[in-house]
């Protein structure tokens, strides 16, 4: 059975970098079909994709507009595992966040998501 | 971006009627290649992630309960509860997966029990 698992610190202090890892069971980062996502909900944005790395030969990653300067997500080959860093948070960042994996059916794919982590809680506050 | 737009808020349904939600997008969502609209449906309980109910407007995910139906074309779509039960009770949110990123939610309609 996949599962993704979430670990990282749920409070930060506004400036500081938001780390969170998805640890990956039943399935592998470097999947050549699955693309690994960053998704967050707050009550003043809702739920906000954030962005994704996958693996088509190479390594490859996009970002939600609104966070691009500030965001990284990476994978870890070595843990089977994939990461966000989000830097410079301030209170607007407080939100659950979610690593998600994308929908696949046989060679059929789609941007939904039906594998999900637990979710953070992030607070960030002074 | 594609904004989302959801209808209603919330909505309360007496145990065993109709729930019926609305979302519309600020564009066509309609994919050419596949001829399929790229519109999918989530339903979240409370401390829970969202739970892919429909995708491709009226697709249900395995194991869905065939109670729920998605339909529409173009922008504007509907997710139907028939038969509500009291396990149906969360929110309901649309997601647009056009194109290329990002991909948009709504933000969502409650569904309580009258």
């Known amino acids: 059975q996949v599962q993704l698992q979430q670990s990282g610190p749920g409070l930060l202090k506004p400036s500081q970098t938001l780390s969170l890892t998805c640890a990956i069971s039943?399935?592998?980062?470097?999947?050549?079909?699955?693309?690994w996502n960053w998704i967050r909900q707050s009550p003043s944005r809702g739920l906000e994709w954030l962005g994704r790395?996958?693996?088509?030969?190479?390594?490859?990653?996009d970002y939600a507009p609104s966070v691009k300067s500030r965001i990284t997500i990476s994978p870890d080959t070595s843990k089977n595992q994939f990461s966000l860093q989000l830097n410079s948070v301030s209170p607007e960042d407080t939100a659950v966040y979610y690593c998600a994996r994308r929908f696949c059916r046989g060679i059929m794919c789609l941007d939904v998501f039906d594998l999900w982590g637990q979710g953070t809680l992030v607070t960030v506050s002074s | 971006d594609i904004v989302m737009t959801q209808s209603p808020d919330s909505l309360a349904v007496s145990l065993g009627e109709r729930a019926t939600i609305n979302c519309k997008s600020s564009q066509s969502v309609l994919h050419s290649p596949d001829n399929k609209h790229h519109l999918a449906w989530y339903q979240q309980k409370p401390g829970q992630p969202p739970k892919l109910l429909i995708y491709w407007a009226s697709t249900r995910q395995s194991g869905v309960p065939d109670r729920f139906s998605g339909s529409g074309s173009g922008t504007d779509f509907t997710l139907t509860i028939n038969s509500l039960r009291a396990e149906d009770v969360a929110v309901y949110y649309c997601?647009?997966?056009?194109?290329?990123?990002?991909?948009?939610f709504g933000h969502g309609t409650q569904v309580e029990i009258k």
């Open positions: 790395t996958n693996y088509r030969s190479r390594w490859y990653s």
């Open positions: 039943g399935d592998s980062v470097s999947s050549n079909t699955a693309t």
């Open positions: 997601q647009q997966h056009y194109g290329t990123p990002p991909w948009t």
